[in-house]
């Protein structure tokens, strides 16, 4: 197992949702969204939802490139399998309705990625969330909710372990504008 790429990026789930997706890969995909609900990472082979417990702190989703990707550690919360096809070869992650997150994720080539997501984290961040809100005075400052969100004690992270599986699908352009 050799890692041949690794890349960082930092997110706030919008709506307590992020995704990871193509460049040229805009549309969203509600079944594969209501399928995260069930099992925190969810996808439709070019769009992957990753489901949070919170909506307001950042989350670090960390994207590795294996010749073969190493089975998901034994602490963490949950994993599943995953694919992605990127004919681009660059991923954006979404904030949902925040926008792309700074920095897109350069593959070391376009093709479907196949292997894991896992996470470590979720269940913690998603509870201190919670009692954040429950602890809010009325009479708060404006900045205390911002000062506990980037004070939380747990960091809640995503990673997705992959492997170039095949080139991507070719493009009929005539379907491209049907």
Known sequence: MALLAEHHVTATPGRRVLEVYDADAFLGD???????????????????????????MPVRITIRIWDTPPEPPADAEGH??????????????????????????????????????????????????????????????????????????VAERYVLDLAHSREPEPVDDDEEWA
């Open 30 to 56: 509600t079944v594969a969204l209501d399928a995260a609900e069930a099992h925190v990472v969810a996808g439709n082979g070019y769009h992957l939802y990753l489901l949070s417990l919170q909506p307001d």
């Open 80 to 153: 599943v399998g995953i694919s992605l096809e990127s004919e681009t070869g660059i991923l954006v992650v979404g904030q949902l309705d925040r926008g792309p997150a700074p920095g897109d994720v350069v593959l070391p080539r376009p093709g479907v990625y196949e292997g894991h997501a896992w996470w470590a984290g979720r269940q913690a961040a998603g509870d201190y969330y919670d009692t954040t809100l429950a602890r809010l005075a009325d009479d708060a400052p404006d900045s205390w909710l911002t000062e506990a969100w980037n004070n939380c004690p």
